[in-house]
């Protein structure tokens, strides 16, 4: 299995798109990046935990499920980083490759000690782009090619049908 552990607050500093929304609205960023985080988890079967530093959410720690995406805002005390580095090892096993998305330059050495892989912000954002492109091109052809049929039918006979769903003669 493969899981991806993302460095919240740092990729929404270096995405462009998720940077330009922070400013305006916090909230709308973080739950922006976790719906990008969500298309990723989906497309490529890797398990996502974004992880938030609780600096910017008082309170105590917290976790929930958004999309199948685990969230985690750290403890009051606890940097992101400190977290990561925690998941890191805890999840680490022989059949689990660590990936964790940060431009921490210090965080990505300590996660290679962890035996986790890195991917920078910039990575991830090129990564996620064609992902979407992807996920944009097979909707599009899904769309092209029309509803499923479970029956095989003639084109004239699918043209009666749409008529009468659409309540024409």
């Given at each position: 299995m493969d899981?991806?552990?993302?460095?919240g607050y740092n990729i929404i500093g270096d995405w462009p798109e998720?940077?330009?929304?922070?400013?305006?609205?916090?909230?709308?960023?973080?739950?922006?990046?976790?719906?990008?985080?969500a298309e990723y988890q989906a497309y490529s079967g890797f398990r996502?935990?974004?992880?938030?530093?609780?600096q910017y959410v008082k309170g105590t720690e917290r976790k929930y499920r958004n999309f199948k995406v685990d969230v985690i805002f750290?403890?009051?005390?606890?940097?992101?980083?400190?977290?990561?580095?925690?998941?890191?090892?805890?999840?680490n096993n022989r059949k689990?490759?660590?990936?964790?998305?940060?431009?921490?330059?210090?965080?990505?050495?300590?996660?290679?000690?962890?035996?986790?892989?890195?991917?920078?912000?910039?990575?991830?954002?090129?990564?996620?782009?064609?992902?979407?492109?992807k996920i944009e091109k097979k909707v599009k052809k899904i769309q092209e090619k029309g509803p499923n049929s479970k029956i095989p039918l003639t084109k004239e006979v699918a043209e009666i049908f749409e008529k009468w769903r659409r309540g024409e003669r």
């Open positions: 899981i991806l552990i993302v460095d998720l940077k330009e929304l922070k400013n305006k609205d916090l909230a709308a960023a973080r739950d922006r990046l976790v719906e990008k985080m996502v935990i974004v992880v938030f530093d609780a750290t403890r009051t005390n606890e940097t992101a980083d400190e977290r990561i580095e925690k998941l890191a090892i805890s999840l689990t490759q660590i990936h964790v998305a940060t431009s921490d330059y210090t965080e990505q050495w300590a996660i290679f000690g962890q035996g986790a892989l890195r991917k920078s912000a910039r990575e991830l954002l090129i990564e996620m782009e064609s992902i979407e492109r």
